[in-house]
């Protein structure tokens, strides 16, 4: 069995149901694989989320008041506002509960291990804070101290576990984990499930069902692989709900702009131009994950200063437009232009029509209705 402990900012970034996570949960399943939570994660995972949500219920309380002022009591329109709010009130009294019995029912599907700090370790905890040795970036550098707790938590897992992962994006706190004897750190979740252990036991639990290698060979076929091409073209509704923000872009530089905030969404299905293919991954249930990277274009929206949207020259100055501009000279701009997608494809086959691989394999289709995008990362082009 190998064992694997997830860091805070991996959970934040694959959520608990992304393809990933989901292709994780198998294993964990199938017992292939023991995931290690320490309890210090957790904390941080749901007090951000749940700080996040509560900001969203709170935007949307103060969304609603504006637009009862605005409009007033017209048609009863106040009465409604005050049922909305209401409503909304009642959604962020259960939004810790919600988001903690969530997580909790994860923790039980895939049996994770929820290690707690133990409070012995607390002097190699502050001796590095007053030194800045270990995963601190300087000397009493209190952003640093949750870092430090977690990874007492993982040096001591370590030690039971000879060659435990670890998945952690944070480099400093990867450069520590590598002075820790019996540890293998890997920088996102895609990268420990590539890894050729994970990929034996992911080939070995594949091979005990019935009819999913035969599905994932025909998820390589040129015909296959054209017709979810064409589907992916059709897919708007899958398309106008993407949206990318901060570590999920990259490319920025492209703007040639000093800019800061760049976002991307909603790219268009109809300017897709090629489209490659990585290997299927069967998740559950006649489900399957097809890894994808397509170009399109798509509108971007960036932060810059006035002085250098104006000095732009044509034909660039006639593609970026500016929506808003602050006090201190900061616009609001957006273009569309290029920019390449990278994420996974998920469907659902019917592995029934597989039996005879030469005579039936052909025949085999995905509905087209199981479609499903999930896109991870965009670079501007």
């Known amino acids: 069995m190998l064992h694997v402990v997830l860091d805070t900012n991996i959970l934040h970034q694959e959520?608990?149901?992304?393809?990933?996570?989901?292709?994780?949960q198998r294993l964990a399943e199938s017992g292939e694989v023991q995931i290690h939570i320490p309890e210090f994660v957790k904390r941080e995972f749901l007090t951000k989320k749940e700080e996040q949500?509560?900001?969203?219920?709170?935007a949307a309380s103060r969304a609603l008041a504006a637009l009862g002022k605005r409009?007033?009591?017209?048609?009863?329109?106040?009465?409604?506002?005050?049922?909305?709010?209401d409503a909304v009130a009642a959604l962020e009294a259960r939004i810790v509960t919600v988001l903690e019995?969530?997580?909790?029912?994860?923790?039980?599907?895939?049996?994770?291990?929820?290690?707690?700090?133990?409070p012995a370790s607390i002097t190699a905890v502050f001796d590095g804070y007053f030194t800045g040795s270990g995963p601190y970036r300087k000397a009493k550098c209190r952003e640093d101290i949750p870092d430090a707790v977690i990874s007492t938590v993982i040096e001591r897992l370590a030690a039971l576990h000879p060659g435990l992962y670890v998945v952690v994006r944070d480099s400093v706190l990867q450069e520590h984990l590598s002075t820790i004897e019996n540890v293998i750190s890997k920088d996102d979740l895609a990268t420990f499930l590539a890894s050729a252990e994970v990929q034996q036991s992911v080939n070995r639990i594949d091979a005990e069902l019935t009819n999913v290698e035969l599905g994932k060979a025909?998820?390589?076929s040129d015909r296959f692989l054209s017709t979810v091409s064409a589907q992916l073209r059709l897919a708007n509704d899958a398309l106008e709900h993407v949206y990318l923000e901060d570590d999920g872009v990259t490319g920025a530089s492209r703007l040639e702009m000093n800019s800061f905030g760049a976002n991307v969404n909603t790219p268009s299905p109809v300017d897709i131009g090629e489209i490659a293919y990585g290997d299927p991954v069967y998740l559950k249930d006649g489900k399957f994950s097809l890894p994808?990277?397509?170009?399109?274009?798509?509108?971007?929206?960036?932060?810059?200063?006035?002085?250098?949207?104006?000095?732009l020259k044509p034909p660039r100055s006639e593609t970026v437009e500016?929506?808003?501009?602050n006090g201190d000279g900061i616009c609001d701009l957006t273009e569309i232009r290029r920019v390449s997608l990278t994420g996974t494809i998920e469907l659902e086959l019917d592995l029934s029509a597989v039996d005879k691989l030469g005579e039936l394999l052909p025949q085999l289709a995905f509905r087209a209705d199981s479609l499903e995008l999930e896109i991870s990362s965009a670079e501007i082009l």
């Open 15 to 24: 959520g608990l149901y992304s393809t990933n996570m989901r292709l994780l």
């Open 322 to 325: 500016d929506w808003s501009m």
């Open 218 to 220: 025909f998820m390589r």
């Open 101 to 118: 019995d969530d997580f909790q029912s994860w923790v039980d599907a895939t049996r994770s291990d929820l290690p707690p700090f133990d």
């Open 71 to 85: 409009v007033g009591n017209r048609a009863e329109f106040g009465q409604q506002v005050a049922e909305a709010l």
């Open 53 to 58: 949500a509560l900001e969203h219920a709170e």
């Open 292 to 311: 994808t990277t397509f170009n399109t274009t798509a509108s971007i929206h960036f932060c810059a200063s006035y002085s250098d949207y104006i000095q």
